[in-house]
């Protein structure tokens, strides 16, 4: 009898099993239909700040396993700077460096080789790039992301999607968006006008979107216009997907907020890094009519449809052994690549052999990267000392210069201030003097995570690179730059400004903390950075797109041509100088009048030439079209380009134009938006 009811027993699981249809990307429909409500959403909320699995790693995410269903745990992982787990990993530049390159093949190198550390490590998608705006030089997370430019981030973020995708795991583009403070950064109502939020704070997300199709979005913590990011309908349905047609999930960031059935039906495909009560959340609106079923299998179809393009799926288990050694060189190179020098009288490079003193005024050590979930995983961080010794600068008791080191911390969750962090601390400023008046040449190197105050006292030095927080082995590329082994072609992404108070924002920053309701009032509009400078005509202390080089380049007469749609903007460079270099050369755009009131210049498109001997030249091409020079109407709900003639700036900074031409548009052009994102009150910005 016993063994006749194990039979039965044993049969009705087979039929049951064989009711249930196992994952396969053509049959997320079926799994779906055979999944209880509950495990629908379950699929919808992430398995906890765990990273379980092979390769057990720093708390991120992931998402959770079904067996039953073949689905499997996938694993989500920091970024920007380099894979965040517990295991050996590359320390690559912060964000902000790779963007002083203006080199999309670079930056599609080393997040290619992300890729590979994700991979070899069980990685299912890597939580980066992070391209949100530099709004104000005081935000804490800058150092994460690249630029106070829309289209230099959304080119940035494209080639890092790019590369970390080339190796089947995912890119998860951050934080979507206006999450442009630290302070208050979970409960902050960012106000701002429809016409800002579109040209400056979305336009690098609509490129990566369009350009680099990312397997995920997420959301940031903030509030926009009166709803959290991460429940907005009209951000993540409207604009994300139907306007720019991403198809991808769209996950919260880290924590729990009130509102997860209003982030299910705003499109928000997965809570992370996911808690019980979310799910609990869903069943009791499901239970009490509140909330549709047919949102959760639209949501829950995404994660599966994410889900089956992952290794862990695919069944193609990581290797534990990405390629370190070929990453650290990779990692120097690029570091050498985004360095820029924003002085020099000549006693740079130094020569072979020089002897000179190293003083590090930070008492820190070297800045490898910044802090928080963006820091770098562990490993050692090589010291400028060791570094300038290995290039064969000795540190000498009887130097006659000095390279002094100014270091800055920056991280998640917090802002930086004024007084000894943008500016120099009164010991800084006092030892950089002493070493001025002690050594023939002084050297200062900035290596920070964010802008700091240089026009109180860069006429000192007679030199400063500024290599920002260029990773683990990043010394080492210093020493390179230095030494003149790599001749620097770095440009800034973003402005340096006189005063701290001289930047528009620096009126409403961070924000009102004493209210219980914080908000912000982006009363700047569109004028960000150097769209604010350059207008009003305020000097800066260093202009956007500057970078010096040890050599000098010439720029042809170009040429601008408009056809069949596409704008071809073309000019030769020629390196007229003594050494092998590298020039970016920007392309601005100044408008004609008569249409929507804009900034005087604005970045349109940008390249770089290859290493060019000393007499070498490199034609440059750049295609745009009509639709980049548009700027969004907030009256017509659509992005319009004017008739008339464009004059087309051809700069090695934005204050530098080089070459200029121009071109005429016959046809004002429209494009029609599907959704506003508009503010629900009127926000006060000023007029130029
Ligand atoms: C950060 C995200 C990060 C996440 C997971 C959050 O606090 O804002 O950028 O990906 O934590 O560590």
Redesign the pocket.
């Known amino acids: 009898m016993k063994k006749i009811l194990l039979i039965v027993a044993a049969c009705a699981a087979f039929v049951l099993a064989a009711a249930q249809p196992v994952l396969r990307p053509d049959n997320i429909d079926e799994v779906l239909a055979a999944m209880t409500l509950e495990e629908k959403a379950a699929l919808l909320v992430g398995g906890g700040k765990e990273f379980p699995g092979r390769y057990k790693g720093l708390?991120?995410?992931s998402t959770r396993s079904f067996e039953r269903y073949g689905i499997p745990l996938t694993n989500l992982a920091?970024g920007p700077a380099g894979v965040r787990v517990n295991h050996p990993c590359t320390g690559f530049p912060i964000g902000t460096l790779l963007a002083s390159s203006w080199d999309t093949s670079l930056v599609e190198e080393v997040a290619s080789a992300m890729g590979e550390e994700a991979r070899a490590y069980d990685v299912g998608l890597l939580?980066a790039p992070?391209l949100n705006i530099h709004r104000n030089p005081l935000c804490g997370r800058n150092f994460e992301y690249f630029s106070e430019d829309p289209l230099l981030s959304g080119k940035m973020a494209s080639a890092y999607v790019k590369g970390v995708q080339s190796h089947g795991v995912g890119a998860t583009v951050?934080?979507f968006a206006v999450n442009n403070q630290e302070s208050l950064r979970t409960t902050l109502d960012v106000r701002i006008g429809e016409r800002a939020l579109r040209e400056i704070y979305l336009k690098g997300f609509e490129i990566a979107v369009r350009e680099a199709s990312p397997w995920a979005v997420?959301a940031s913590?903030n509030q926009l216009n009166g709803d959290y990011t991460q429940q907005k309908k009209e951000l993540l349905t409207g604009i994300l997907r139907e306007e720019w047609g991403f198809d991808g999930l769209v996950m919260t960031?880290?924590?729990f907020k009130a509102g997860t059935v209003k982030a299910v039906q705003a499109g928000n495909d997965l809570m992370?890094?996911g808690y019980d009560g979310e799910i609990r959340n869903i069943l009791e609106a499901v239970k009490y009519g509140k909330l549709d079923v047919a949102d959760i299998d639209r949501n829950a179809r995404r994660v599966l449809e994410y889900i089956v393009k992952t290794p862990a799926f695919l069944g193609q288990p990581g290797s534990g052994a990405p390629d370190l050694e070929g990453h650290a060189k990779l990692s120097i190179r690029a570091a050498a690549d985004g360095m820029i020098l924003l002085k020099n009288d000549g006693i740079l490079p130094l020569r072979a052999g020089a002897k000179i003193a190293v003083l590090d005024l930070s008492e820190k050590g070297f800045v490898a990267g910044g802090t928080?979930?963006?820091s770098i995983g562990k490993g050692g961080v090589t010291s400028l000392e060791t570094a300038l010794k290995k290039a064969g600068l000795e540190n000498a008791e009887q130097a006659d210069v000095a390279v002094v080191s100014i270091g800055r911390q920056a991280g998640?969750?917090k802002d930086r201030v004024l007084p000894d962090d943008f500016c120099l601390t009164e010991k800084e400023r006092s030892l950089l003097e002493q070493a001025c008046a002690t050594y023939r040449k002084v050297v200062v190197v900035l290596n920070i995570c964010g802008v700091v105050e240089t026009a109180s006292w860069k006429d000192l030095p007679a030199a400063i690179l500024l290599p920002w927080a260029p990773g683990r082995d990043g010394a080492y590329a210093v020493a390179d730059v230095l030494s003149g082994k790599v001749n620097p072609s770095g440009k800034l992404p973003m402005t340096f400004p006189v005063d701290y108070w001289d930047d528009p924002s620096s009126a409403n920053f961070p924000s009102d903390s004493a209210s219980i309701k914080p908000f912000v009032n982006y009363e700047e509009g569109i004028y960000v950075g150097y769209r604010y400078y350059s207008t009003v005509g305020k000097a800066v202390s260093y202009p956007f797109g500057y970078g010096l080089s040890y050599t000098s380049f010439d720029y042809s007469k170009p040429k601008v041509k408009l056809r069949s749609g596409v704008i071809e903007a073309r000019i030769t460079v020629k390196n007229t100088g003594s050494v092998p270099g590298r020039e970016v050369v920007q392309l601005y755009v100044s408008a004609p009048s008569g249409g929507l009131e804009k900034p005087v210049r604005e970045l349109k498109a940008f390249a770089k030439t290859r290493l060019l001997a000393p007499g070498e030249k490199e034609t440059l091409v750049m295609r745009l079209t009509p639709y980049d020079l548009a700027s969004y109407n907030e009256a017509t709900s659509a992005w319009e380009t004017a008739a008339g003639k464009y004059e087309f700036l051809f700069g090695a900074s934005v204050e530098d134009i080089r070459a200029t031409a121009a071109a005429r548009l016959k046809k004002p052009q429209s494009w029609q938006v599907k959704r506003r994102c508009a503010p629900v009150a009127v926000i006060k910005e000023i007029k130029l």
């Open positions: 708390p991120a995410g920091d939580l992070g951050k934080h997420m913590y960031d880290w924590g992370e890094p928080g979930s963006g998640e969750a």
